[in-house]
C-alpha cells in the first residue's frame, strides 16, 4: 500500500499561543496552514507542564525560561487557561468548518501528579491527551532534558529518560498517546558520537512493551524524524495504533515530514480508518483505551 501525498494525516501534537512556550503560537493561522494542506485535522494539545524543574547555576535560561522561574529556583510554567483556550477552539470551528479542529492537551509527568491531572481533565473537554517526559532526575529533583545533558553523559540522560518513560507507560495515568519517545534526541550533542537507537534497544522495547500492554497509542512525532527502527519495534511489541504529531510551536511547522512519517507507518503495518480523524491502528489489533 502506497501512501498517497495529497491526503496528509491529521497532526495531533501541536501549540499555540495558548501554550506558555509558544511565543510565535496563533491558533487561527495555524488553522489556516491547515486548510492550505488540506489537513483532516489538528488538535492544538497545549502544554499543562505539572513538573517545577530544578534549575542549576550555569544552566542555559532562555527569557521563555527565566519568564517563569521562581524565587526557589524552580521554573514553574503558567497553568493553561482552559476557558480562554476552549473560547478560541470554539472561534476556528466557527471560522473553518471543513476542519475538525479538536481539543487537546500535552501532560508532563501526569504519573506524578494524580491529583492535578484529575482536576484538569475533570469536565472531559480534552479529545486528545497526550502523555510526555521532559524532564528527568525523579520527582523530587527533576531537570529538564536538556541542562541535564550538560552536565550528564548523553546515554546516561537517554536511559534515564527512558525509565521514567516506561514508568509513565505503565502506569494508570489517564493519557491516550505517549509523545515524543525520543525526546532527549533534540540535545544529542552535536560535537560527540551520532545517536543510534539501536545502543538503547532494550530500553526502547521495553517502553514500548509497557506502551502496548497499556493499550495506548505511539506518536510518530516529526520535530526531529523518528528512526524506523522505532516503529518497527512498535509493531513487533503488538503496538495497535500510532499517531502522528508535529509538536508545531508555530504555524508553519505544522505537520513537517508527515508524508514521510506516513510512509513509515505503512511500512511497519500501520493504516488510517475510514474516519481520517482516527488514529492509524494494525489491523486485527485491539483499539488503545478500547474505544
Known amino acids: 500500500m502506497r501512501f498517497r501525498r495529497e491526503s496528509l494525516p491529521g497532526d495531533n501534537h501541536v501549540h499555540t ?28 494539545t497545549e502544554h499543562a507542564d505539572l513538573t517545577p524543574w530544578v534549575v542549576r ?40 468548518p471543513g476542519l475538525r479542529v ?24 480534552f479529545e486528545r491527551v497526550l502523555g510526555s517526559v521532559h524532564s528527568v532526575g525523579g520527582r523530587d529533583e527533576p531537570r ?17 529518560y527512558l525509565a521514567e518513560a516506561g514508568r509513565m507507560a505503565a502506569s494508570d495515568a489517564p493519557f491516550e498517546v505517549l509523545a515524543h519517545i525520543d525526546y532527549p534526541v533534540r ?46 519495534w512498535w509493531a513487533d511489541a503488538g503496538g495497535a495504533a500510532v499517531s502522528f504529531g508535529s509538536d508545531a510551536h508555530r504555524p508553519r511547522d505544522l505537520a513537517n515530514g508527515f508524508a514521510a512519517a506516513a510512509e513509515m507507518a505503512l511500512s511497519c503495518g500501520f493504516r488510517p480508518g475510514d474516519d481520517p480523524v482516527e488514529l492509524w491502528r494494525q489491523p486485527h489489533r485491539t483499539r488503545p483505551g478500547g474505544a
Open 17 to 44: 499561543e495558548w501554550s506558555w512556550d509558544a511565543v510565535q503560537g496563533a491558533m487561527e493561522a495555524t488553522c489556516e496552514r491547515a486548510a492550505t494542506l488540506r489537513l483532516p485535522s489538528v488538535a492544538f
Open 102 to 125: 479538536l481539543t487537546g492537551v500535552e501532560l508532563s509527568e501526569p504519573h506524578w501528579h494524580p491529583e492535578s491531572t484529575a482536576a484538569l481533565l475533570s469536565g472531559g473537554r
Open 57 to 96: 547555576a550555569g544552566d542555559p535560561m532562555s527569557d521563555v525560561l527565566r519568564r517563569w522561574l521562581r524565587p526557589d529556583g524552580r521554573i514553574a510554567p503558567r497553568d493553561l487557561d482552559v476557558e480562554g483556550y476552549l473560547d478560541c477552539v470554539q472561534r476556528c470551528r466557527e471560522r473553518f
Open 144 to 160: 529538564l532534558v536538556d541542562h541535564a545533558m550538560r552536565v550528564r553523559p548523553a546515554d546516561v540522560v537517554v536511559r534515564d
Open 187 to 232: 540535545h544529542w550533542p552535536a560535537d560527540g558520537q551520532p545517536f543510534r537507537p539501536g545502543d538503547f534497544s532494550g530500553e526502547f522495547r521495553e517502553v514500548l512493551t509497557a506502551l502496548a500492554a497499556s493499550g495506548r497509542a505511539l506518536e510518530i512525532n516529526t520535530k526531529v524524524p523518528l528512526a524506523l527502527e522505532l516503529v518497527r
